[in-house]
Protein backbone atom coordinates (compact mmCIF):
# COMPACT_ATOMS: atom_id res chain seq x y z
CA UNK A 1 0.00 0.00 0.00
CA UNK A 2 0.71 3.41 0.11
CA UNK A 3 2.92 5.09 2.79
CA UNK A 4 5.06 8.10 3.83
CA UNK A 5 7.28 8.14 6.35
CA UNK A 6 9.38 10.75 7.92
CA UNK A 7 11.34 11.69 10.95
CA UNK A 8 9.01 14.23 13.47
CA UNK A 9 11.58 16.08 14.77
CA UNK A 10 14.70 18.02 13.66
CA UNK A 11 16.25 20.58 15.36
CA UNK A 12 18.84 23.29 13.56
CA UNK A 13 21.46 25.76 14.40
CA UNK A 14 20.12 29.45 12.81
CA UNK A 15 22.98 29.19 9.41
CA UNK A 16 23.43 26.16 9.27
CA UNK A 17 21.55 23.54 6.64
CA UNK A 18 19.13 21.57 7.22
CA UNK A 19 18.33 17.50 6.03
CA UNK A 20 14.96 16.73 6.11
CA UNK A 21 14.94 13.05 5.06
CA UNK A 22 11.62 10.87 3.69
CA UNK A 23 10.60 7.43 2.98
CA UNK A 24 7.98 6.02 0.77
CA UNK A 25 6.87 2.80 -0.31
CA UNK A 26 4.84 3.05 -3.65
CA UNK A 27 7.88 2.67 -6.60
CA UNK A 28 5.11 3.88 -8.53
CA UNK A 29 5.44 7.39 -7.16
CA UNK A 30 5.13 10.12 -10.36
CA UNK A 31 5.94 12.86 -8.55
CA UNK A 32 7.23 13.85 -5.28
CA UNK A 33 6.60 16.69 -3.44
CA UNK A 34 7.38 19.11 -0.45
CA UNK A 35 5.01 21.32 1.58
CA UNK A 36 5.54 23.80 3.95
CA UNK A 37 2.71 24.60 6.85
CA UNK A 38 3.22 27.08 9.43
CA UNK A 39 0.94 27.55 12.06
CA UNK A 40 -2.84 27.65 11.80
CA UNK A 41 -2.03 28.11 8.08
CA UNK A 42 -2.33 25.81 5.17
CA UNK A 43 0.42 24.10 2.83
CA UNK A 44 2.50 25.99 0.68
CA UNK A 45 3.89 24.17 -2.36
CA UNK A 46 7.63 24.32 -2.40
CA UNK A 47 9.11 22.20 -4.82
CA UNK A 48 8.35 18.54 -6.39
CA UNK A 49 10.17 16.37 -8.03
CA UNK A 50 9.59 13.73 -11.14
CA UNK A 51 10.15 10.52 -10.20
CA UNK A 52 12.82 10.43 -13.18
CA UNK A 53 15.06 12.70 -11.76
CA UNK A 54 17.76 12.79 -8.66
CA UNK A 55 17.75 16.27 -8.15
CA UNK A 56 16.50 19.43 -8.32
CA UNK A 57 18.05 22.53 -6.98
CA UNK A 58 15.90 25.63 -6.52
CA UNK A 59 17.52 28.77 -4.58
CA UNK A 60 18.52 27.36 -1.23
CA UNK A 61 16.29 24.19 -1.54
CA UNK A 62 17.85 20.91 -2.54
CA UNK A 63 15.68 18.04 -3.63
CA UNK A 64 17.96 14.36 -3.95
CA UNK A 65 15.47 11.46 -4.57
CA UNK A 66 16.91 7.67 -4.80
CA UNK A 67 14.42 5.28 -6.22
CA UNK A 68 15.69 2.42 -6.01
CA UNK A 69 15.81 3.16 -1.94
CA UNK A 70 12.54 5.33 -2.24
CA UNK A 71 14.34 7.72 -0.34
CA UNK A 72 13.36 11.78 -0.69
CA UNK A 73 15.30 14.38 1.08
CA UNK A 74 14.93 18.20 1.16
CA UNK A 75 18.18 20.45 2.32
CA UNK A 76 17.37 23.86 3.56
CA UNK A 77 20.72 26.05 3.13
CA UNK A 78 21.77 29.08 5.59
CA UNK A 79 18.40 28.09 7.37
CA UNK A 80 16.96 30.77 8.60
CA UNK A 81 14.18 31.45 11.41
CA UNK A 82 11.13 32.04 9.03
CA UNK A 83 12.50 28.40 7.67
CA UNK A 84 10.88 26.81 10.90
CA UNK A 85 7.75 25.22 10.46
CA UNK A 86 6.16 21.70 9.74
CA UNK A 87 7.57 19.92 6.51
CA UNK A 88 5.43 17.49 4.84
CA UNK A 89 6.84 14.76 2.68
CA UNK A 90 4.10 13.53 -0.42
CA UNK A 91 3.79 11.45 -3.23
CA UNK A 92 1.62 11.13 -6.59
CA UNK A 93 1.15 7.81 -7.89
CA UNK A 94 -0.46 9.02 -10.98
CA UNK A 95 0.62 11.60 -13.61
CA UNK A 96 -1.08 14.35 -11.83
CA UNK A 97 -1.76 15.59 -8.25
CA UNK A 98 -4.77 14.12 -8.36
CA UNK A 99 -4.67 12.32 -5.34
CA UNK A 100 -1.59 13.12 -2.92
CA UNK A 101 -0.48 10.76 0.27
CA UNK A 102 0.92 12.47 2.86
CA UNK A 103 3.55 11.97 5.62
CA UNK A 104 2.65 13.27 8.88
CA UNK A 105 5.40 16.03 8.71
CA UNK A 106 8.81 16.94 10.46
CA UNK A 107 8.38 19.94 12.55
CA UNK A 108 11.62 21.77 12.02
CA UNK A 109 12.99 24.51 14.65
CA UNK A 110 15.83 26.54 14.54
CA UNK A 111 18.32 27.81 17.70
CA UNK A 112 20.23 30.65 17.50
CA UNK B 1 -5.47 37.81 -4.01
CA UNK B 2 -5.83 34.96 -6.32
CA UNK B 3 -5.39 31.92 -4.36
CA UNK B 4 -7.31 29.19 -3.14
CA UNK B 5 -10.01 30.80 -0.52
CA UNK B 6 -11.81 28.54 2.03
CA UNK B 7 -14.80 30.11 3.95
CA UNK B 8 -15.26 29.78 6.91
CA UNK B 9 -11.93 30.47 8.55
CA UNK B 10 -12.94 28.73 11.66
CA UNK B 11 -16.46 26.81 12.52
CA UNK B 12 -17.54 25.56 15.97
CA UNK B 13 -20.55 23.71 15.78
CA UNK B 14 -22.67 21.19 18.51
CA UNK B 15 -22.20 17.76 17.78
CA UNK B 16 -25.23 16.81 15.72
CA UNK B 17 -25.35 20.02 13.92
CA UNK B 18 -25.09 20.30 10.22
CA UNK B 19 -22.05 22.42 8.42
CA UNK B 20 -20.76 23.32 5.48
CA UNK B 21 -17.65 24.98 3.81
CA UNK B 22 -17.04 26.74 0.88
CA UNK B 23 -13.90 26.04 -1.54
CA UNK B 24 -13.14 28.92 -4.37
CA UNK B 25 -10.14 27.57 -6.55
CA UNK B 26 -7.59 29.40 -8.40
CA UNK B 27 -9.33 30.84 -11.39
CA UNK B 28 -9.32 28.92 -14.08
CA UNK B 29 -8.11 25.41 -12.17
CA UNK B 30 -10.51 22.88 -13.24
CA UNK B 31 -9.33 20.51 -10.87
CA UNK B 32 -10.23 20.26 -6.75
CA UNK B 33 -9.58 18.72 -3.72
CA UNK B 34 -10.93 17.87 -0.44
CA UNK B 35 -8.31 16.80 2.33
CA UNK B 36 -8.51 16.54 5.92
CA UNK B 37 -5.85 16.91 8.78
CA UNK B 38 -6.19 16.23 12.24
CA UNK B 39 -3.06 17.15 14.80
CA UNK B 40 -0.19 15.84 14.41
CA UNK B 41 -1.11 14.24 11.09
CA UNK B 42 -0.66 14.90 7.21
CA UNK B 43 -3.15 16.01 5.32
CA UNK B 44 -5.83 12.87 4.09
CA UNK B 45 -7.30 12.97 1.18
CA UNK B 46 -11.12 12.89 0.65
CA UNK B 47 -12.02 13.34 -2.85
CA UNK B 48 -11.79 15.38 -5.66
CA UNK B 49 -13.46 16.73 -8.74
CA UNK B 50 -13.01 17.42 -12.24
CA UNK B 51 -14.62 20.34 -13.54
CA UNK B 52 -18.06 19.29 -11.90
CA UNK B 53 -17.57 15.65 -12.27
CA UNK B 54 -16.64 13.73 -8.67
CA UNK B 55 -14.25 11.37 -9.69
CA UNK B 56 -13.13 9.69 -6.93
CA UNK B 57 -13.77 9.71 -2.86
CA UNK B 58 -11.89 8.31 0.20
CA UNK B 59 -13.06 5.46 1.82
CA UNK B 60 -13.06 8.15 4.97
CA UNK B 61 -16.07 9.91 3.04
CA UNK B 62 -18.47 8.60 5.03
CA UNK B 63 -22.40 8.73 4.31
CA UNK B 64 -22.56 12.13 6.98
CA UNK B 65 -20.08 13.99 3.79
CA UNK B 66 -21.03 15.01 0.70
CA UNK B 67 -19.51 17.65 -1.58
CA UNK B 68 -20.67 19.17 -4.85
CA UNK B 69 -19.24 21.40 -7.45
CA UNK B 70 -22.27 22.44 -9.54
CA UNK B 71 -20.79 24.77 -12.01
CA UNK B 72 -17.51 23.49 -12.14
CA UNK B 73 -16.01 26.38 -10.01
CA UNK B 74 -16.85 26.87 -6.65
CA UNK B 75 -17.50 23.72 -4.24
CA UNK B 76 -19.10 22.95 -1.06
CA UNK B 77 -17.86 20.32 1.54
CA UNK B 78 -21.34 19.61 4.09
CA UNK B 79 -21.00 17.01 6.91
CA UNK B 80 -24.15 16.14 8.19
CA UNK B 81 -24.46 15.33 11.91
CA UNK B 82 -21.69 15.85 12.94
CA UNK B 83 -19.53 14.20 15.78
CA UNK B 84 -16.41 15.19 17.86
CA UNK B 85 -14.18 12.78 15.23
CA UNK B 86 -15.06 15.19 12.65
CA UNK B 87 -12.99 17.83 14.14
CA UNK B 88 -10.22 18.67 11.92
CA UNK B 89 -8.74 21.03 9.48
CA UNK B 90 -10.78 20.52 6.18
CA UNK B 91 -8.19 21.71 3.65
CA UNK B 92 -8.94 21.84 -0.37
CA UNK B 93 -6.61 22.77 -3.18
CA UNK B 94 -6.97 22.83 -6.75
CA UNK B 95 -4.98 22.45 -10.12
CA UNK B 96 -5.14 22.58 -13.72
CA UNK B 97 -5.30 20.09 -15.98
CA UNK B 98 -3.38 16.97 -15.39
CA UNK B 99 -0.05 18.80 -14.09
CA UNK B 100 1.62 17.75 -10.67
CA UNK B 101 1.13 21.12 -8.76
CA UNK B 102 -1.98 21.04 -5.97
CA UNK B 103 -2.18 24.54 -4.50
CA UNK B 104 -3.63 24.40 -1.07
CA UNK B 105 -6.11 27.09 0.82
CA UNK B 106 -5.53 28.39 4.61
CA UNK B 107 -8.51 25.35 5.26
CA UNK B 108 -11.18 25.72 7.40
CA UNK B 109 -11.00 24.47 11.40
CA UNK B 110 -14.03 22.89 12.68
CA UNK B 111 -14.23 22.14 16.24
CA UNK B 112 -17.26 19.68 16.97
CA UNK B 113 -18.29 20.28 20.61
Known amino acids: GEDVEQSLFLSVREGDSSVINCTYT??????LYWYKQEPGAGLQLLTYIFSNMDMKQDQRLTVLLNKKDKHLSLRIADTQTGDSAIYFC????????????FGSGTRLSIRP | DTGVSQNPRHKITKRGQNVTFRCDPI?????LYWYRQTLGQGPEFLTY????????KSRLLSDRFSAERPKGSFSTLEIQRTEQGDSAMYLCASSFGTGPEAFFGQGTRLTVV
Open chain 2, 27 to 31: SEHNR
Open chain 1, 26 to 31: DSSSTY
Open chain 2, 49 to 56: FQNEAQLE
Open chain 1, 90 to 101: AESIDSSASKII
